[in-house]
């Protein structure tokens, strides 16, 4: 084997032939953080930022430096009990020698978002949890996990109760339990590149009532013992071609601009990746399940912009896209741009619910005014124009024969043993072969039996089961296409169900239903209609602790703002061409799920005569049927039946020309009139 002094003498001589911009070592550098980021649809499309086209010899030198790379980089997350308890101790030992009694470990990376790189994953490094909300508070004798309903369950089968209490976010808050452990006069650290303004006032806030203090500190002590933490992710950023985004970076950049002049705010500063992606016309990947670049902007009521990114992940044709009113920055450039703001006593608008509390601070102590209000880009990037409405309708259609072909196959699979790993590797493997596919929408939640009911369950070797007659399969999965997103669960009997499995799954259809034929005044938003798909499960005493809708972006995040539908308070109205989850669902614990998920677009609806209202409703986008055999008709009324045939009507003529004739005598016999 060449010593690596030879390697890099013959890379070198490899990367001058092709007139790379890099030596060796600079390679070896790039190269981990391509190693640190996920695998695209395309593995080797790193290259092209070592050189525009690099020829046989330097391709294989480039993988072989890869595959070492990759071989040699330890687990992120695999950590056996006694790891863990170390990692934990360690903490402790370095806050202890910065003088801190505690520290707040969220979940999430500067942009706040819900997918992050393996080295912003600290929480589920620290305790195991990998679930995408949570946070830890680790005080010197003790330490809590904190996360919502969607995730207890998981908390419980994946970190070790002897380590860290497990506390529902929402039942027994994170505050509470800081004011009520936090000793008197004692220091908590927090990151404030990981929580937002108002994320600090709470905490505050709690703090105060113990008699303690809330501490920002210089870096993240986590950090200081992860000995083996990843380096940033390194994936190459390209354009979203204009077929697909369907309006100019350059128009968009000027309607941004003109509401900033509107507002009277020089400038705002996006965190939020999927902002910054959307407004230039640009894709990455440098998380996983979501084509973003890592990146800031700061946006300019003159209609520039400046990008603060990794300038090794553009490549050459990505300038051209970007314009001469959009300028390129180093990441660590963020703060000296700041501070220029504070200079000329710029008006910088922040979004106090969606930046990390640094940016507000470096803003103010340089002299700027600070006004909090909404990302400019959030409402824009949810409102789907004509073309990408066209793209998410094409990219479900697909996704539905892809989802078509599984759910055919599943019957027969079931007599040969099938598990959950072997069905949602299936599905995917149905999906890749869809035009514009580029990975899945987030890890596809694939659970039989008890599994299914846990709400984001996560399927692993250890707990993976045998598909067999007797209870329910859940499969809630999607699809990253380049003219759109999909995120679609269906609920499947495996055997004969109970009378309780269908009642339950009707009163989980009602709702869904009751949410897809919804009428509702413009200026709606969607907590004011969550009740509808709760109603018949109120009926009779039951509940899902998960909100009913999440926005869902266009070749961007699946899950997505600003709006919503759910219990918690969200003033943001409903407005035609917004995409929205319609997803209700049932959990018993130890037993089965139940979910039926569409995605549906808001549209305007026609009024009836003597209306005193402009009103909208949903064009549901999400193609797939509904399981006929888990359905109690008694306890549907004339219209819901109506509805569900309809729609299983839509299903068959329209994926019935995208399938094999065996799926299509399926999709036959799956989508009949439930009176038929």
């Given at each position: ?277 959307w407004l230039l016309n640009l894709r990455g990947g440098d998380v996983p399940y979501a084509p973003l670049p890592l990146s800031f902007a700061i946006a300019a009521a003159d209609g520039s912009v400046w990008l603060f990114v990794d300038g090794r992940k553009l490549a050459d044709d990505v300038a051209d896209h970007l314009g001469p009113a959009v300028t390129v920055h180093p990441p660590e450039a963020l703060g000296e741009a700041l501070d220029g703001l504070g200079t000329h006593r710029a008006t910088v608008r922040v979004d106090s619910d ?323």
């Open positions: 084997m060449p010593d690596a002094d030879h390697q890099d003498t013959g890379l070198d001589a490899l990367l001058r032939r092709a007139g790379s911009r890099f030596d060796a070592a600079g390679v070896r550098d790039l190269v981990s953080g391509v190693v640190a980021a996920p695998d695209g649809i395309d593995p080797d499309a790193w290259m092209t930022l070592v050189a525009a086209a690099p020829d046989g010899d330097l391709r294989r030198a480039l993988a072989d430096l890869h595959d070492d790379l990759a071989a040699r980089r330890p687990p992120v997350l695999a950590a056996t009990g006694d790891q863990r308890a170390d990692r934990l101790t360690a903490l402790q030992g370095e806050l202890k020698r910065r003088r801190l009694h505690g520290f707040i470990v969220p979940r999430g990376d500067e942009h706040l978002g819900e997918y992050v790189p393996e080295r912003a994953e600290r929480l589920a490094w620290l305790t195991g949890f990998t679930g995408s909300a949570g946070v830890a508070v680790v005080l010197r004798d003790t330490a809590a996990l904190f996360t919502d309903g969607r995730y207890t369950l998981q908390a419980e089968a994946e970190v070790d109760g002897d380590l860290l209490d497990i506390r529902h976010s929402t039942e027994q808050p994170t505050t509470e339990w800081i004011a009520a452990n936090l000793p008197a006069r004692a220091r908590l650290g927090y990151d404030p590149w990981l929580h937002t303004p108002n994320d600090v006032t709470r905490y505050e806030t709690a703090c105060v009532r113990a008699g303690g203090r809330l501490a920002a500190v210089a870096d993240n002590p986590v950090d200081a013992v992860w000995a083996d933490q990843p380096p940033p992710p390194v994936a190459p950023i390209v354009a979203h071609a204009a077929e697909f985004a369907g309006r100019a970076a350059a128009d968009k950049r000027q309607d941004v601009a003109e509401a900033l002049t509107r507002d009277r705010h020089d400038a705002a500063v996006l965190v939020a990746p999927e902002s910054v992606a969606g930046t990390p509390a640094w940016i507000a601070d470096r803003l103010r102590k340089a002299g700027a005014r600070v006004a909090t209000g909404p990302d400019p880009c959030a409402r824009p990037r949810a409102v789907k124009n004509p073309v990408e409405l066209d793209g998410m309708r094409a990219a479900h259609r697909r996704d539905g024969a892809a989802l078509s072909r599984f759910l055919a196959w599943l019957p027969g699979a079931i007599d040969g043993g099938v598990t959950e790993i072997d069905a949602a590797r299936h599905l995917e493997d149905l999906r890749r072969e869809g035009d514009l596919f580029r990975g899945l929408s987030f890890p596809t939640i694939s659970g039989f039996a008890a599994n299914g009911a846990v709400i984001h369950y996560r399927v692993s070797p250890s707990t993976n089961r045998v598909l067999e007659p007797g209870s329910l399969y859940l499969v809630d999965s999607g699809g990253q296409y380049l003219d759109g997103t999909t995120d679609v669960t269906r609920t499947v009997a495996i055997g004969a169900p109970t009378d309780e499995m269908r009642d339950r799954f009707t009163r989980v259809l009602k709702g869904h239903i009751a949410m897809a034929t919804a009428r509702f005044p413009a200026g709606t938003a969607g907590p004011q209609l969550d009740v509808l798909a709760r109603r018949a499960l109120w009926d009779a005493g039951l509940d899902y602790d998960h909100g009913t809708g999440h926005g869902v972006g266009s070749y961007l995040s699946v899950h997505e703002g600003p709006h919503r539908i759910s219990k918690l308070p969200n003033r943001v109205a409903l407005e035609p061409g917004m995409v929205v989850s319609n997803e209700p669902g049932y959990y018993k614990a130890g037993a089965y799920g139940i979910r039926i998920e569409n995605l549906v677009v808001v549209t305007a609806v026609d009024a009836p005569e003597g209306s005193e209202k402009d009103l909208l409703g949903f064009d549901t986008l999400t193609l797939a049927p509904i399981d006929r055999d888990l359905i109690a008709p008694a306890l549907l009324t004339a219209a819901e039946v109506a509805w569900l045939d309809a729609y299983h009507a839509r299903v068959r003529e329209t994926l019935t020309p995208l399938v094999d004739a065996g799926t299509a005598a399926w999709l036959d016999r799956a989508t009949r009139p439930l009176g038929g």
